[in-house]
C-alpha cells in the first residue's frame, strides 16, 4: 500500500513539473496568391496544426497568407527562438519549386518573371534548414508544397533550353546533413518529385493525416509518419505516396503520457524523464535500430529502382510489415497478371531470377569458364558479397576466392539445381545477381557509410609517428582469411548492421 502511495505521489510530482524541453516551430500558411492559382487549403492546413503544436508544447511562430518581406521576418523571428531548442520544427504549407535540385517557398506576392526573380522573390528551403541547425538537438521539417505551381511553368517558358530542363514537378528530395545534434526527420506530402493533392476536405490529405497522428500517446515520430504514410497512400487511391528522409539517434516522442510513468514504477525502472516536455529525445538505441528506417527506405529504393518482382519479394522478406509492403504486394500482383496475359515470363520466374535453360543448368563450371567471365579482384569480391547476402558464407570478403569460397560456390550451386563444381559460369553469375540485387545495393551503401566514418577517425587522429605500428601478423591473418577457411558469419560481414537491413534474406 505504502508503494502505491509512492508511486501515485511520484506521478503527481513529475505532472505538475515545469516543462524542461524547449520546443519551437515555425508554421506558415500561404493560399492567397496574387499572381498564380489560389490554393483552398494551406491557412486552413496552418492554422490547425498550429493550435496542435502550441498543445503539445510547442512555441509557435505563425505566419498566414505571407508576402516575401513578412516571410522573412517570421523565419528571423524562428531563428531566433529555436537557438538552443531540444525540436526545432518546420511546417510550411504552399506553393512550391524546385529548380536545378534546389527547393523554393513561394511568398504570395511572388511574380517569377525571370530566372532573376528566384533570389528575390522566393525563400530558398535550405536557407531555412539552416537556421534550424543553430545547437538545436531535434530538427522536424514538414512539407506540404508539393502542389502544381503554373509559376514554375511559366518561368520555365522564359528561360533558356538548358535551364528550364532543370524546373522539376513538386519538390526535390533534400538530403539529411549532419548537425551534431540527434537527428533529423524531412518528410513531403509526396514523394520527390510528384505533385500533391489539395483534396476535398478542409484540410489537404497530407496535413489531415498528419493532425490525426502526430499527438498519439507514446508513439515515436517514426511511427507516427508511417501511420500517415499509410493514411495519405489509402486515401487518395494510391495517388499519393509520402515521402520521409529521417536519420535519428533515439525515438523521437511529441506525446509521452503518464502511462508510461505508471508502468516505468511500477516496475522499479522509474525514468524521471517520461514528462512528455521534460524528453524530447527517448535514450540512444543501438545503431542498428536507430538507422532501421533509413535502412528501409534505401532497400525499398533500391526495390523501386530494378522494378522486378524479385526485387519487391526481396523488400517482403526483408520487412514483411514495412512502410511499402502494401504498395510492394500491389506491385508484385501488377507483374504477375502482366506476365500472365503476355506469356513473356513463367509464373515463378520473379522469385527465382532470369530462366535458365536446361543445357546451361547441365553446363559445368571450371576455372575456365570462370576465366572467361574476366573478373578481376574487385568483381569477385562482390561475388563473395552476393553470396554471404544469399546466406552462403565466403567469409569477410577480399576477393580471392579460396577454399571457403569455392565451398561456398558448391552449396549455392547444390542449391539452386545446378553440377556443383565450385566455379562460375557465366549464366550462374547472372542468377547470383538477379537474386541479390537489392540486399547487394543496401551493403554497398553500408559500405560507403562504414569507409565514411574511418575516413572521418582518420582525419582526426594524431600524427603518423604517434600511431602505434601496425601488427604484421593481423594483417596476413585477416588476407589469408578466405584460403585458411576461416572467415566470418555474413552478420559479422556486414558490421552487425546489414543484418537490420535485409532480415530474413541473409539467413
Known sequence: MFRKLLVVLSILLVSSAPALAKRVALVIGNSNYANTVVLPNPVNDATAMT????????????????????????????????????IALLFYAGHGMQIGGQNYLVPVDARLQDETDLDFETMQMDFILRQMTNDVKVQLVFLDACRDNPLARSLARRMSPSRSATVGQGLAEIKLVETGGSGSVIAFSTSPGDVALDGDGQNSPFTAALLKHIDEPNASIQTVMTRVTGDVYNQTDRRQRPWVNASLIGEVFLNKTANQQVASLESGTADTQTNAAAAPVAPAVPATAALAWEREKAVWDAAEGTGSRAAYEAYLRAYPTGTFAEIAREKITKITRSAEATKDAAPTQGTSGPQISAADRQLEGNEQTEAQLGWG?????????????????????DGVHGPMTRRAVTAWQTANDFVPTGYFTAPQYKLLSSQTQV???AWLQEEQRRIAAQRRVVSRSSTPQNNPPRNRNTNQNTNNNNNNGGGQVPAALLGGVIGGIIGGAIR
Open 51 to 86: 493550435t496542435k503544436l502550441r498543445n503539445l508544447g510547442f512555441e509557435v511562430v505563425a505566419g498566414y497568407d505571407l508576402n516575401l518581406r513578412d516571410m522573412r521576418k517570421t523565419v528571423a523571428q524562428f531563428a531566433r527562438s529555436a537557438k538552443g531548442a531540444d
Open 377 to 397: 579482384r574487385s568483381t569477385r569480391r562482390e561475388v563473395q558479397a552476393r553470396l554471404n547476402l544469399a546466406g552462403f558464407n565466403t567469409g569477410h570478403p
Open 439 to 441: 540486399q547487394y545495393v
